[in-house]
């Protein structure tokens, strides 16, 4: 058995990690190495969208792993395709084409490197080629080198300077600070429709229509990391459409609820003809642009493809929807000081938090106070930041474990006066 010495001896110190080792999960529910269970609303930061171990994710994975688990992307295999024709013919819906990573990060970096690809495609007047990506403050796109530089977080940077060149960092939702931010330079933009790990953040329907007009004026990529956000969590299979529905991106970056939780991440690209020559903007990313070993695998591809299908045959992005409205209803409900705000859509729900009536340790955070009251309480819940703590239940949460999880938050809150 792992002991969280094993962990001090051996395992680099990356993370602050709770004191706390889970061994087994099911549904909604979670056990540690004590036998005691949890209610889980952070399922691997919106990772496990249809909970833990679900049947027919785990038949999936069964069926493939003894069929065929790994081939080289040298050569086809069958569930990258039908992952693939899944994704654009149900979620985006926009004709494209679609890379497959490990991750959000790998995913976000595919982004910024097809950017950098189209402005060499279509440069300045000068000829020279654009490359700057403006993203926003309060972002995260990942750990990369790349997706680094792109997240608008200065402590996510320290230390690691110094920075890939081409990036600035606008307010969000400003569309006045919009209005002088293209330069010469500039090749696209990149947002999360929905921010997650900055604190909970909604685009506005006007900033993203905003955004689509000034990409159109001046030829730039509109792009959305729906690395947290996607794939029914915030009550549409896309996120961006739950807040401005005709808007058509040109790339996306996908992760975490499409595997629901094997490692598996995508970016598209759309098909759109981008010169008079008929050449497309997903073509822009040829043979020998990219690549990666694991990526798209039989096996991921294969556990993947239930997890959308279910979500989509179940509609459980609805229950998303269903789900927010009740949390919503009842936090208001309670008239709680310490709750300052419910923000978010679906699923991906960020609880704002008065710090000043939380005592809260030196070097710590309001969030982390409550996060770990919630945990001896027996919920499971990330921060999102220092004042906001996170929902993110499994899409097929039962009306029962939301009752159960508010219940406990209810109870914790109002010792917080």
Same mark, same amino acid.
């Given at each position: 058995?792992?002991?969280?010495?094993?962990?001090?001896?051996?395992?680099?110190? =990356?993370?602050?990690?709770? #004191?706390?080792?889970?061994?087994?999960?099911?549904?909604?529910?979670?056990?540690?190495?004590?036998?005691?269970?949890?209610?889980?609303?952070? &399922?691997?930061?919106?990772?496990?969208?249809?909970?833990?171990?679900?049947?027919?994710?785990?038949?999936?994975?069964?069926?493939?792993?003894?069929?065929? &688990?790994?081939?080289?992307?040298?050569?086809?295999?069958?569930?990258?395709?039908?992952?693939?024709?899944?994704?654009?013919?149900?979620?985006?819906?926009?004709?494209?084409?679609?890379?497959?990573?490990?991750?959000?990060?790998?995913?976000?970096?595919?982004?910024?490197?097809?950017?950098?690809?189209?402005?060499?495609?279509? #440069?300045?007047?000068?000829?020279?080629?654009?490359?700057?990506?403006?993203?926003?403050?309060?972002?995260?796109?990942?750990?990369?080198?790349?997706?680094?530089?792109?997240?608008?977080?200065?402590?996510?940077?320290?230390?690691?300077?110094?920075?890939?060149?081409?990036?600035?960092?606008?307010?969000?939702?400003?569309?006045?600070?919009?209005?002088?931010?293209?330069?010469?330079?500039?090749?696209?933009?990149?947002?999360?429709?929905?921010?997650?790990?900055?604190?909970?953040?909604?685009?506005?329907?006007?900033?993203?229509?905003?955004?689509?007009?000034?990409?159109?004026?001046?030829?730039?990529?509109?792009?959305?990391?729906?690395?947290?956000?996607?794939?029914?969590?915030?009550?549409?299979?896309?996120?961006?459409?739950?807040?401005?529905?005709?808007?058509?991106?040109?790339?996306?970056?996908?992760?975490?609820?499409?595997?629901?939780?094997?490692?598996?991440?995508?970016?598209? @690209?759309?098909?759109?003809?981008?010169?008079?020559?008929?050449?497309?903007?997903?073509? @822009?990313?040829?043979?020998?642009?990219?690549? =990666?070993?694991?990526?798209?695998?039989?096996?991921?591809?294969?556990?993947?493809?239930?997890? @959308?299908?279910?979500?989509?045959?179940?509609?459980?992005?609805?229950?998303?929807?269903?789900?927010?409205?009740?949390?919503?209803? !009842?936090?208001?409900?309670?008239?709680?000081?310490?709750?300052?705000?419910?923000?978010?859509?679906?699923?991906?729900?960020?609880?704002?938090?008065?710090?000043?009536?939380?005592?809260? #340790?030196?070097?710590?955070?309001?969030?982390?106070?409550?996060?770990?009251?919630? &945990?001896? !309480?027996?919920?499971?819940?990330?921060?999102?930041?220092?004042?906001?703590?996170?929902?993110?239940? #499994?899409?097929?949460?039962?009306?029962?474990?939301?009752? !159960?999880?508010?219940?406990?938050?209810?109870?914790?809150?109002?010792?917080?006066?």
């Amino acid at each position: 058995m792992s002991t969280t010495k094993d962990f001090t001896d051996h395992v680099m110190a =990356t993370y602050g990690r709770f #004191p706390l080792t889970l061994v087994e999960g099911k549904g909604a529910r979670v056990s540690d190495d004590v036998g005691r269970e949890y209610l889980d609303f952070c &399922m691997g930061i919106a990772v496990c969208s249809l909970g833990h171990c679900h049947p027919r994710l785990v038949a999936a994975i069964q069926q493939q792993a003894a069929k065929l &688990m790994h081939v080289s992307n040298l050569y086809l295999n069958e569930p990258q395709g039908l992952m693939a024709k899944e994704m654009n013919e149900f979620e985006v819906q926009i004709p494209g084409k679609i890379f497959f990573s490990n991750s959000g990060a790998e995913a976000n970096d595919g982004l910024i490197k097809s950017a950098r690809r189209y402005g060499h495609h279509k #440069p300045q007047a000068n000829g020279k080629p654009r490359f700057e990506v403006i993203t926003f403050q309060q972002s995260f796109h990942g750990r990369t080198l790349g997706s680094m530089a792109a997240t608008g977080q200065a402590k996510i940077q320290q230390g690691f300077d110094p920075m890939l060149p081409g990036f600035r960092y606008l307010p969000y939702n400003d569309i006045a600070a919009l209005e002088n931010a293209v330069s010469d330079e500039t090749v696209g933009f990149l947002l999360e429709p929905v921010q997650g790990e900055g604190g909970v953040h909604v685009a506005t329907k006007a900033f993203l229509e905003a955004l689509d007009a000034l990409c159109k004026k001046h030829d730039l990529l509109l792009m959305f990391d729906e690395v947290q956000a996607g794939f029914g969590r915030c009550g549409q299979a896309m996120a961006w459409r739950a807040i401005a529905p005709d808007i058509k991106p040109d790339g996306i970056s996908w992760a975490k609820g499409m595997g629901g939780g094997v490692p598996i991440g995508a970016f598209w @690209l759309s098909d759109r003809t981008i010169d008079d020559s008929g050449k497309t903007l997903a073509s @822009l990313m040829g043979p020998g642009s990219h690549g =990666t070993t694991y990526g798209g695998n039989p096996l991921v591809c294969a556990a993947a493809i239930e997890v @959308l299908r279910e979500i989509r045959e179940k509609n459980l992005s609805a229950n998303a929807l269903h789900q927010e409205q009740r949390i919503r209803a !009842e936090i208001a409900s309670w008239k709680l000081p310490v709750i300052t705000d419910v923000r978010g859509l679906g699923l991906l729900l960020g609880v704002g938090l008065r710090a000043d009536l939380i005592p809260t #340790p030196e070097g710590s955070t309001a969030a982390l106070t409550v996060v770990k009251s919630l &945990m001896a !309480e027996g919920l499971i819940v990330p921060p999102a930041g220092p004042e906001t703590f996170r929902l993110l239940p #499994p899409l097929n949460v039962t009306d029962a474990e939301i009752d !159960e999880a508010l219940s406990i938050i209810h109870r914790t809150l109002s010792c917080f006066k």
